[in-house]
């Protein structure tokens, strides 16, 4: 546990010292102040400082305490890693170590983003069609939108998801601490952010179904 205090103080350091550079002005490629977009087609470049707030949001919002306790409940069912064993103390460090991927996760995605311009907030297609809307949402976990609005590889996310489930290695007990075992945690990272995406394309029509009824 002291390793992984240590990285998140370390991460944390370096995000305030970001900040302190880059200051709290518009994104200089964008003169666009963002609104609240729904959908692509409405699409507009964040600011410094909303990209800054919607990392902060990120960190502590539902979705992260919903995926930490799902990762930490499918781990303590699979009895992984076998050292933290069961109960409730087993099921707290996996839930803590868990959420400490997260934050290093949603870090590096923050700091990547900004320096590429990426944005690699959902937006929902607007199409009609269950499978295109489903393609949509699953090729969206790999995209991400520049000032333009235009969409290319998502260096920020991929290399987040890729950091976190590596960078996480370093406390973990000797039985899943394997670049392997960093292999499979980023896959699975991919798979839930891809499984947040179909979940978000749909969220619409789920609330306008119950608002009807």
Do not use: C
């Amino acid at each position: 546990m002291n390793s992984r205090t240590f990285v998140i103080l370390a991460i944390a350091s370096l995000t305030q010292a970001t900040l302190a550079v880059a200051g709290d002005g518009p994104d200089p490629s964008s003169n666009t102040v963002v609104a609240s977009a729904a959908t692509a087609a409405e699409f507009a470049p964040m600011t410094r400082s909303e990209r800054f707030r919607n990392y902060l949001r990120g960190l502590v919002d539902p979705e992260s305490f919903l995926r930490a306790g799902a990762v930490a409940g499918i781990r303590q069912a699979e009895d992984s890693p076998k050292e933290w064993r069961g109960g409730a103390e087993g099921f707290g460090d996996r839930l803590g170590d868990a959420f400490a991927e997260h934050i290093i996760r949603r870090t590096l995605q923050y700091g990547a983003s900004t320096a590429l311009h990426e944005d690699n907030r959902y937006f929902v297609s607007g199409e009609s069609g269950f499978f295109r809307r489903v393609k949509y949402a699953v090729v969206s976990t790999f995209l991400a939108r520049h000032d333009s609005g235009t969409r290319s590889i998502s260096f920020s996310r991929i290399g987040g998801d890729a950091g976190a489930a590596f960078i996480s290695r370093i406390w973990q007990p000797r039985s899943v601490d394997s670049g392997g075992d960093g292999a499979v945690s980023f896959g699975f990272a991919i798979g839930a952010d891809a499984g947040f995406n179909v979940f978000r394309e749909f969220l619409p029509d789920l609330k306008r179904h119950f608002h009807k009824e």
